[in-house]
């Protein structure tokens, strides 16, 4: 069940709503919560639902031998690590290494088949964090199981983030606002993720979906760059939109989640997109990664392959592929460039046009990577689009394709940026009214997309 999806507006959200809002004990309602996130969980995936509980449990109990055994706890944290990373790695990259190791050597391993749990990647680095702070005295241990239960399972951010950090809602388990205001402003921020997942991102994913699947001999320059310029488009807002959708579920129910994105798109280098892009992800790796590593106090050297040590291991988070490891690399590469020089060129940028078209070439050349699995076509729409090897710069079908797309290209280049803010400093008295009435025509229009269309991708079946 995924948040743009009739059955999750229409018949669960209601059913967990109502009876969380009739009970006002604090602890029935997180019993509410954890025994929703549970279904939640297993109405996708019934058996992994397991394996999920048995993580928080183990998670949980070696948190509180920590606090039990002082004397051992560095070892209970290598034993959290371990096992946690070899969860990840059997259920998510076995297949992938044993693929790899056939082709890189020439033998002829049998490559299992194993299903991925849904969410995998976002409740185990929960989890990791958890046990971390608490070695790291970052924050207590919570001994009751309840709290962890609902920390690390909470549906609106169990399969799709952002990742929570447990010492920022640590406080909200046992203490938080349940208002009418809140729960207002949690329904419009879950219906602006609504309209840019279902309207924007679904439509931008067709046409990648039509271009990308089109003969490789026949696309022309602009053609590809149309393509890789509405993957751009459709996985930010997909993205963004589920982390609005996530952040305003969890203001309906009292928590107050960090922002996930703050406009990447407007970056002027490849450093500042991180900052702005999936900033969870981005922060949980500097945390828990780079500066363990050594960060950038051990010298230049080291600090560059830090870097790339981070960014191998977040390309390859999104996905057991090498397309993935080489998007991270693509990243990485320009952020050692940057740090080498070329951040303090771009920095004499005054007027930021040269810098905001080289981060986001590089950026939309990057998502081309990231969306292509295959890497034989990769290699194909990547020379297209780099190097216009097809010999062809526009055909027919780029002015089909855009003349057809053009409301929606518009629609989702605007909205990347923060026009919104923009207009609402100006405390314009209309905006309110205007607001109203563009809500409820984008929840209208919503609904009958998704009643009228098949087409709803779920981008984080990977995760």
């Known amino acids: 069940m995924v948040f743009s999806s009739l059955e999750f507006i229409f018949f669960f959200l209601p059913l967990v709503t109502v009876p969380y809002m009739i009970f006002k004990n604090i602890r029935v309602r997180n019993l509410i919560l954890i025994t929703a996130s549970i279904l939640f969980y297993a109405f996708g995936e019934p058996k992994a639902v397991i394996l999920m509980l048995l993580s928080i449990v183990f998670n949980y109990g070696l948190a509180m031998l920590m606090e039990k055994y002082k004397a051992y706890k560095k070892l209970f944290l290598i034993i959290a690590v371990i096992i946690n990373l070899a969860l990840l790695f059997v259920y998510k990259y076995t297949g992938f290494f044993a693929e790899s190791i056939n082709n890189v050597f020439s033998l002829n391993i049998d490559v299992p088949v194993i299903h991925l749990p849904i969410g995998i990647s976002f409740f185990t680095f929960q989890a990791m964090s958890y046990v971390i702070d608490v070695y790291r005295g970052d924050t207590p241990v ?8 609902l920390y690390i399972s909470f549906f609106p951010q169990l399969i799709a983030g952002p990742i929570v950090k447990y010492h920022d809602i640590e406080k909200q388990i046992d203490t938080r606002v349940v208002s009418f205001e809140n729960y207002a402003l949690g329904i419009k921020r879950f219906l602006f993720g609504l309209f840019k997942k279902v309207l924007i991102a679904n439509n931008a994913g067709a046409l990648w979906s039509l271009i990308s699947g089109m003969d490789i001999a026949s696309i022309s320059l602009a053609s590809a760059w149309l393509g890789a310029i509405a993957y ?20 309906m129910f009292g928590f107050d989640f960090l922002e996930n994105f703050n406009y990447p798109y407007i970056s002027k280098s490849i450093r500042e997109f991180w ?64 740090r080498l020089g070329l951040g303090r060129l771009l920095e004499k940028d005054k007027t930021t046009v040269i810098s905001r078209i080289y981060t986001l070439f590089v950026v939309v050349a990057g998502f081309a990577i990231f969306g ?16 216009n090897s097809n010999g062809l710069l526009i055909d027919y079908s780029f002015l089909f394709m855009l003349k057809n797309n053009v409301f929606i290209l518009l629609s989702g280049i605007l909205i990347s940026m923060p026009v919104y803010g923009i207009v609402k400093d100006k405390n314009i008295k209309v905006l309110n009214i205007v607001s109203v009435i563009l809500y409820t025509a984008g929840f209208i229009l919503s609904i009958a997309y998704l009643v009228s269309s098949s087409y709803n991708p779920f981008l984080y079946f990977r995760f």
């Open 142 to 149: 919570q001994k009751r199981l309840s709290s962890i239960l």
């Open 232 to 251: 751009t488009l459709q996985i930010y807002f997909d993205f963004s939109g589920y982390s609005d959708m996530a952040i305003g579920l969890g203001k």
């Open 275 to 338: 900052r702005r892009w999936h900033i969870s992800l981005s922060t949980w790796f500097k945390e828990y990664l780079y500066i363990p590593l050594g960060g950038n106090r051990r010298g230049s050297i080291r600090t560059y392959v830090n870097l790339i040590i981070v960014f191998f291991c977040t390309g390859l988070w999104h996905g057991a592929s090498w397309n993935f490891v080489i998007w991270g690399m693509w990243h990485g590469l320009f952020s050692v460039l940057e």
């Open 372 to 387: 292509i699995v295959d890497f034989n076509h990769l290699k194909e729409y990547m020379g297209v689009m780099l190097f």
